[in-house]
């Protein structure tokens, strides 16, 4: 035991990590995590994500070591995917015995894995909780509202996930603000970042061209939808060229609907590039247009206006106190436009954006394994 927390030595904590959106997230943590001597982490991958440029790439880019476990699910559709998750975690979970188990963001194998632990009696931590879109049709959402409610600590990344929380009820004991983890992955490779020679491999000049991703189901599962955003981005590209960074989703949906944009577009689709590449496009875009939701965070950070095709956002944070803007079909040539003639102001990060955020969750899960222990003894 060590006396001044309380906590057992060798405290085992499982990191989950599944897909492209997770890598950003748990770097900083287990960096921080490896540097503790009152617990072990393993790190466990599910394997929702597994081509080298969605997974590899982002543990070397980040400096991660192999996952101690790997589940190797793959893809399928949301039952199979959440329920491989659940079987394979289940027999790690037996056989390990985490102490306490830390899930990240959204995806399916965020709820996956959570459940598996909290039905084993596993305290589940769930770091970037309490962010909602009130928009259900979001596979999304349902991973964060369900792994929310059955989570037993709570980490937030802004005070709108407080909010959340509380106006569903969640008691306020279990939540902790603890900030933008992602800032902590930008701070920690800030370096290695402003040293990729990505734009100049891409024949771009800084601020001269927009970067672009998308892969939500809602913009790319429909052939008109779709076909209806390329011919916008290919006027968005007359003004100022761009770089399209493209999932493997959107690669496979532009086959089966037997889309393309023309050779002569100043568009260049390329695969989705790692961590340290992608942030630098980003840092030196004059736009980003996208879907994601990591990307609307890093935009408000970097000060780089955000263009986000969709009807809402789970992170209002990023409008009301970042360069985030949500945009359509119908209104995106207007606010490439006004994003153009704009200047860029300077802006201050919102709260507890400040790559500090792995050294409070440490500190909040040590009080909270020494806390639950002591109910234990
Ligand atoms: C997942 C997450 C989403 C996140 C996104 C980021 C869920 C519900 N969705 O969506 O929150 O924003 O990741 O990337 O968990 N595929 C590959 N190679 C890969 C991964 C996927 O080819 O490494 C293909 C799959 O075969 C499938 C498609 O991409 O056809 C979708 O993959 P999936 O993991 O189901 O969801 P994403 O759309 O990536």
Not at 206 to 232: F, I, K, Q
Not at 249 to 264: E, G, K, Y
Not at 312 to 330: F, H, K, M
Request: hydrophobic share 40%; net charge negative.
């Amino acid at each position: 035991m060590d006396s001044a927390t309380g906590a057992r030595p060798g405290t085992l904590i499982h990191l989950i990590a599944a897909a492209r959106p997770n890598f950003m997230k748990i770097a900083p943590l287990w960096h921080a995590l490896a540097r503790e001597s009152w617990c072990r982490v393993e790190l466990v991958h599910t394997g929702q994500h597994y081509d080298p440029g969605m997974s590899d790439a982002f543990f070397r880019d980040l400096e991660l070591p192999r996952p101690d476990i790997h589940l190797g699910v793959g893809s399928g559709s949301h039952a199979e995917q959440t329920a491989r998750v659940m079987i394979e975690y289940e027999k790690v979970c037996r056989d390990r015995e985490p102490d306490c188990v830390i899930v990240v963001g959204d995806v399916n194998s965020t709820l996956a894995c959570a459940l598996v632990a909290t039905k084993l009696h596993m305290p589940v931590a769930h770091l970037e909780a309490g962010l909602r879109s009130r928009d259900r049709r979001m596979p999304e959402e349902i991973n964060r509202l369900l792994t929310d409610a059955i989570a037993d600590r709570l980490w937030t990344p802004s005070p709108d996930g407080d909010e959340n929380l509380a106006a569903e009820g969640v008691d306020a004991a279990k939540i902790a603000f603890v900030g933008n983890i992602m800032i902590d992955s930008f701070e920690l490779m800030r370096d290695k970042i402003a040293s990729s020679n990505i734009v100049e491999r891409l024949g771009l000049t800084p601020r001269g061209y927009g970067a672009v991703t998308m892969h939500r189901p809602s913009n790319v599962d429909e052939r008109d939808h779709l076909a209806r955003l390329l011919v916008e981005l290919e006027s968005v590209a007359a003004k100022l060229p761009l770089v399209f960074a493209v999932h493997p989703r959107t690669r496979q949906r532009m086959a089966d609907f037997d889309l393309s944009l023309p050779d002569d577009a100043p568009i260049q689709l390329i695969e989705p590039l790692g961590y340290l590449d992608f942030m630098k496009l980003v840092s030196d875009s004059k736009l980003v247009i996208t879907d994601s939701g990591g990307i609307q965070e890093e935009t408000t950070y970097l000060g780089i206006p955000c263009l986000t095709l969709r009807d809402n956002t789970e992170r209002p944070i990023t409008i009301t106190e970042g360069t985030n803007r949500l945009v359509n079909a119908d209104t995106l040539q207007a606010a490439v436009d006004e994003a153009l003639a704009g200047r860029r102001e300077s802006h201050r990060p919102p709260d507890k954006w400040d790559g500090r955020t792995a050294g409070r969750v440490v500190a909040d899960l040590k009080r909270f394994l020494t806390r639950i222990e002591r109910i234990t003894e």
